[in-house]
């Protein structure tokens, strides 16, 4: 069952919310920014808003 | 097959071979077994148009030309159930107990030829495959118009069996749509309608065809001559794709309404049966065959080969080689082709009997190695052999050189040939000896990522020179060490940048360099150092435009960084002294 995780883009910042289904292998990049410097913040809430953006 | 261990010239192979339930000896396809059979399931073969029994042939040219039984459809040997196939069977070559059976067998290479599955046009509920029965697939018009198929060649539509006088095409169902997640185009379905065109043309005269298209790809050897015949022969191309198809539910006839972009005007036609021209898509067990063999696929699903134009028939993992639609939608000739290739470079490393191996490979310095086994599990050819408690071993000859292994290793046991650490440490040291805070330490991938910078060079494209490049084979190869100690020597802004996930040249290396990358940030956070210095890109060989914009957000991102940043990730970062460690008491010695 996909769990939703929370990224951080190193390059410009942008927090987000993503589905990840177990056993994922997929290319990540930035919605903002396309940077692929995407970084895994597990379980850590999203800072300033609820849903992600 | 079930399972696959080895190498390139030693492959065990494990096969199941399934159970027929007839003994194809002794069977002679006499058919009283099929007469007798109370069972009626769909015909695969003839896709689901007519129905076959539970003992059959599974088609006209299967070979051996015998019959089989699926024991899925059977009632079973109970005689008030049925058993009445053995019972007429004279023979008696019927054997309700037969067992699969498992084969071993020891191969030098393999060849994978699992061919494709067709596209399911369920999903494009537009085109009412479900809900019209005059809709049909490209591969159930095969069936129809087929001497051999479920109507004896008797070209007649679902509805009402009588003989269609309008057929409409309807082109890329299923191909040509990243709405669908399918944005390739699958190569034959466009000389399929040609082809199907003449073939009506030559059976039926009086059968008007309308086919609507994207664009007509006919670039194989006579094929524009086909198209050109077909044109002449008085199939209508119509430039456009309809968005929905109506039916009357008096006549079963079904309504296009399609632009055509070619006169601009919007075009309502009548058909009397509308065929979807279908897609195609990675075979189901593709997944299955790219665990065994550790394949990596691309972003369209099919296999990847192991490199384009140089080894276009090899695969990724040594001794494995591809034929057919596994690898790239193709037509038969293409297919053919490929296989006749895959056969003579399987022939020839066979006749060789010995392979030279990749000059770049790891290495394991069996004293060092403290027998943790980190090294097995990254690598993606299974290269390293290691159990609990005893020294990694490497196979040289599975081994691709990505260093990943070497940069998964704590304890410097592994040392890649022509990529050592100490050379790249040597190089760290020296590109970043002098004035070390005006510039970027880029990490690039040897396939990717450094001949992006050679597109982004050839191309005179401008960016930042503030950029210190150092190849690694595999963006995998860069150790955590490797990056920590670029910031030790005072590096603002350290990028490592390799391969997209589709694309990487050792399988599924760069998934590592991601893990690797990820406990970076941690510890560089950990350490109070801006996790931010440390940044990842893929970059393909064809993005000079995208290496270029990289190097420039790099260099704007290096302005950010302040001297005392960059002195307190030197001291942060800075190896801890190694605790002396408590010499043990010389023990007493008896006299």
């Known amino acids: 069952m996909a769990k939703t995780e929370t990224f951080k883009c190193m390059m410009c910042g942008h927090e987000y919310q993503e589905p990840v289904e177990p056993g994922e292998d997929k290319e990540r990049s930035c919605p903002k920014c396309r940077s692929n410097s995407i970084r895994h913040l597990k379980s850590r809430p999203l800072e300033g808003s609820a849903d992600g953006g | ?591």
């Open chain 2, 1 to 591: 097959m079930e399972h696959v261990a080895g190498y390139i010239g030693n492959f065990t192979a494990t096969i199941r071979k399934k159970a027929r339930y007839v003994d194809p000896e002794m069977c002679n396809s006499c058919g009283e077994c099929a007469k007798i059979c109370p069972v009626a399931k769909p015909d695969e073969y003839q896709m689901g148009l007519s129905t076959r029994k539970a003992v059959y042939i599974p088609y006209p040219q299967a070979v051996p030309c015998s019959y089989i039984l699926n024991m899925d459809d059977c009632l079973g040997n109970n005689p008030i159930a049925c058993g009445k196939c053995a019972e007429v069977c004279e023979k008696e070559c019927i054997n309700y107990d037969d067992q699969d059976e498992v084969i071993t067998r020891e191969v030098g290479s393999v060849i994978v030829a699992i061919g494709l599955d067709v596209y399911d046009p369920t999903e494009m509920d537009e085109y009412g495959y479900t809900r019209f029965d005059n809709v049909i697939t490209s591969m159930e018009f095969e069936r129809l118009i087929c001497a051999g198929g479920p109507t004896g060649g008797h070209f007649v539509r679902p509805s009402d069996q009588q003989r269609p006088k309008r057929i409409g095409f309807i082109q890329c169902v299923g191909s040509r749509n990243p709405e669908i997640g399918r944005p390739y185009c699958s190569n034959i379905c466009c000389m399929n309608t040609i082809k199907d065109s003449l073939l009506l043309a030559d059976h039926y005269p009086d059968v008007e065809c309308t086919v609507y298209y994207q664009d007509i790809r006919a670039f194989g050897k006579s094929f524009e001559d086909m198209f050109q015949r077909s044109k002449e022969a008085g199939t209508r191309y119509v430039r456009g794709l309809p968005g929905d198809i109506a039916e009357d539910p008096e006549t079963s006839n079904l309504t296009l309404v399609a632009e055509n972009t070619t006169s601009g005007k919007l075009e309502r036609r009548e058909f009397d049966l509308v065929v979807l021209s279908v897609g195609v898509v990675p075979a189901k067990d593709m997944a299955k065959i790219s665990s065994l063999l550790t394949l990596s696929k691309t972003s369209d699903g099919f296999f990847m080969e192991s490199h384009p134009k140089l080894k276009p028939v090899d695969a990724p993992t040594r001794g494995v080689f591809f034929a057919g639609f596994c690898e790239a939608p193709k037509d038969i000739k293409d297919s053919v082709c490929q296989a006749g290739a895959a056969a003579s470079r399987a022939g020839a490393l066979l006749n060789a009997g010995k392979i030279q191996i990749e000059a770049i490979t790891s290495m394991i310095d069996a004293e060092a190695c403290t027998k943790c086994g980190l090294c097995a599990p990254v690598c993606p050819y299974g290269a390293i052999k290691w159990q609990k408690g005893e020294v990694a071993v490497v196979i040289e000859a599975a081994c691709a050189g990505c260093g990943n292994c070497g940069a998964a290793c704590k304890s410097d046991a592994i040392t890649m040939r022509h990529f050592t650490d100490a050379q790249y440490m040597a190089q760290i040291h020296a590109i970043l000896a002098e004035d070390s805070r005006d510039k970027v330490f880029v990490f690039a991938c040897n396939w990717c990522s450094y001949s992006g910078a050679d597109m982004a060079g050839i191309s005179r494209m401008q960016y930042p020179a503030s950029n210190r490049v150092v190849r690694t084979m595999c963006s995998a190869r860069v150790s955590e060490e490797m990056v920590l100690e670029a910031f030790r020597c005072g590096a603002p802004v350290v990028l490592v940048s390799g391969c997209h996930y589709a694309d990487c040249h050792y399988i599924s290396a760069n998934r590592q360099t991601v893990k690797r990358q990820q406990r970076l940030w941690n510890k560089l956070e950990k350490a109070g150092v801006r996790p931010e210095r440390l940044q990842l890109e893929w970059i393909s060989a064809a993005e000079g435009r995208k290496f270029a914009k990289v190097m420039e957000q790099m260099e704007e991102l290096r302005r950010t960084v302040t001297e005392e940043e960059i002195k307190h990730a030197m001291k942060a970062l800075a190896p801890k002294p190694e605790k002396p460690k408590k010499e043990k008491e010389p023990a007493a010695v008896a006299d």
